[in-house]
């Protein structure tokens, strides 16, 4: 699905802002009047347009705080902190650009001073992980004083904490759930303010969060869902084949293998070649291919600054330890995965695990005719999230 823009990642990353509007992340006119500024595959237009509409939200939002309007303001709230993230999305190419820091840190305060402003509050949590703290929110379902079944979700590749309110932890609190949400390494301000980045043993990071989540009364620790979006997908299913303690998992557009993910970004010919090249030849090949394609210099980028690697060689061999292969039989407990039939990012990667998956296991595949056929559904996700639970209500959750 093509949105105002011919530019694949213009198109998709804009119907993915607009498509938070269900869960008060965006309103419609302020993004169309927003992209209506930006030159067509321009990331500094991108960067700039979106930062103006930010800021001017933001200013909307502590005006009505100021005129005695909690309800006023944490409505603009929520939509400056999606537009600044928005606004960062395409900068870590330059992983020195100081714009990162100060752009995600406007995202994360605007979203902070919304959750104070919902009835009940939305807890910001800090959770013992080896040396350090990881970052999160606790939604409580209010509605009983009984433990309740509860969701823990993370971001994935390029997501962050806070745009998970809008990718399903609001629709999980609606829906009764409780719902944790954390950012581990190589996501939200784990890798721009501690500068930890991605590893490959998720499951250490989520016995982390699980240890914490059992400690809350309000949790039914043996209703644990586990919700992975996009590469985050990759990570819950490595979790859940280490960790017996989840009732179900979600795999949400996840990835399969991410080196074959990488792989797409190549000509076939180059894609062959770096497969027996040298690490010379590998910086070489990553190199041209960044330097002809602004896309792929955009999500190379950012891989590289989540890795907390700096050259192709570097990305190469550290992307390679992220895979499903030999891992997917080890799961046990019942596997949703959603698929949207022209997610032109991860082809199916979905169908590849639900093939190898020998646990309980449905494939949900959402179509072109829906409206819901990107990548995580965006566009589409109060549809895609009436699925979701409906399957979970089928498990018993």
């Known amino acids: 699905m093509k949105l105002f823009f011919t530019d694949q990642n213009f198109s998709y990353n804009l119907l993915r802002t607009v498509g ?3 869960y008060g992340g965006a309103d419609i006119g302020e993004c169309l009047a927003t992209v209506a500024r930006i030159e067509d595959g321009n990331y500094e237009h991108w960067y700039n347009e979106w930062h103006n509409t930010a800021q001017r939200v933001e200013h909307h939002a502590s005006k009505s705080l100021k005129t005695g309007n909690p309800i006023s303001a944490r409505q603009a709230y929520l939509r400056a902190s999606n537009y600044y993230r928005t606004a960062e999305f395409f900068l870590h190419s330059n992983q020195q650009d100081p714009r990162i820091l100060e752009t995600w840190g ?3 305060t605007c979203f ?11 807890e910001a949590i800090e959770i013992p992980f080896e040396e350090t703290t990881l970052p999160g929110y606790f939604y409580r379902n209010n509605s009983t004083n009984q433990p309740c079944p509860t969701v823990i979700f993370y971001p994935g590749f390029d997501s962050t904490l806070e745009e998970l309110h809008f990718f399903g932890a609001s629709a999980a609190a609606a829906q009764g759930y409780n719902c944790l949400t954390f950012a581990g390494p190589g996501q939200g301000g784990v890798i721009r303010k501690q500068n930890i980045p991605f590893r490959p043993d998720w499951e250490t990071v989520v016995n982390s969060v699980v240890n914490y989540a059992s400690n809350l009364s309000e949790v039914d620790t043996k209703q644990l869902i586990l919700l992975g979006q996009s590469f985050g997908g990759l990570l819950a299913i490595r979790a859940v084949a280490y960790n017996s303690r989840f009732a179900a998992c979600i795999f949400h557009g996840g990835i399969f293998d991410l080196y074959d993910s990488f792989l797409e970004l190549f000509p076939p010919e180059l894609s062959a070649q770096l497969s027996i090249a ?4 590998i910086n070489q090949l990553v190199s041209a291919v960044m330097t002809a394609n602004p896309g792929a210099n955009a999500l190379l980028g950012h891989g590289m600054y989540v890795m907390g690697v700096s050259s192709g060689a570097e990305l190469v061999a550290k992307i390679k330890r992220f895979t499903l292969k030999n891992l997917a039989q080890r799961v046990t407990c019942p596997v949703l995965i959603i698929d949207g039939e022209q997610d032109h990012f991860l082809p199916g ?3 590849q695990l639900y093939d190898m998956l ?4 449905d494939y949900l595949l959402f179509s072109a005719t829906e409206g819901a056929e990107e990548h995580c559904q965006v566009g589409a996700l109060a549809l895609c999230h009436e699925q979701l639970f409906n399957w979970l209500k089928q498990q018993g959750l």
């Open 112 to 122: 902070r001073q919304a959750v104070e402003l919902f009835t009940p509050q939305i």
């Open 349 to 351: 990667h979905g169908k």
């Open 278 to 281: 040298d690490d010379t030849s």
């Open 358 to 361: 020998i646990s309980p296991k």
């Open 20 to 22: 938070h509007s269900v």
């Open 106 to 108: 406007r995202s994360e």
